[in-house]
């Protein structure tokens, strides 16, 4: 059951979290100045500006730079990762969006009362992600450095 609790402990996991649901917070945001209409059902949804899944990968990065060192080899595997999910948010995930909404075009054309469409919004522009990118060390850097672990935020609100 300790082994639970270890996870409160852990400010990598907490802070790149965190940055990556303020990045969809944000979507909300975004798309209010982007449409004018609030779309809080985005949260929940993929694709968009920013890349969650970039301040996620980013901020877990930039984590565990600063927990082991940007010299550890821990480190250069996740900047590795990183390099992989933000290629594929921009591109092969992307490409699918493209191709779906080609496909719903066809679904619309043989069948105009058809209610089956598959989803469009799957990746990201390579803006999306770079601002994703931003966002998670952003976020988790100064959060890990100023105010740790989720245990430790617990303690200084606590005494």
Request: aromatic share 12%.
């Amino acid at each position: 059951m300790s082994e639970f609790f270890d996870l409160f402990n852990n400010s990598v996991l907490f802070w790149s979290v965190s940055s990556c649901l303020l990045a969809q917070i944000f979507k909300i945001l975004f798309n209010f100045f982007s449409t004018g209409k609030i779309r809080f059902g985005i949260i929940f949804e993929t694709g968009g500006m920013p890349s969650s899944h970039s301040a996620l990968i980013t901020g877990a990065t930039s984590g565990i730079g600063y927990d082991l060192g940007f010299d550890s080899s821990i480190f250069a595997l996740a900047v590795a990762i990183a390099l992989i999910v933000m290629y594929d948010a921009s591109g092969v995930r992307k490409s699918a969006g493209i191709q779906a909404a080609e496909i719903n075009k066809l679904i619309k054309k043989q069948d105009p009362q058809s209610e089956i469409l598959l989803k469009e919004t799957l990746g990201h522009t390579k803006i999306e992600v770079l601002v994703g990118s931003f966002l998670g060390p952003l976020i988790t850097l100064p959060g890990m450095f100023f105010l740790g672990s989720p245990q430790r935020i617990f303690d200084l609100i606590i005494n």
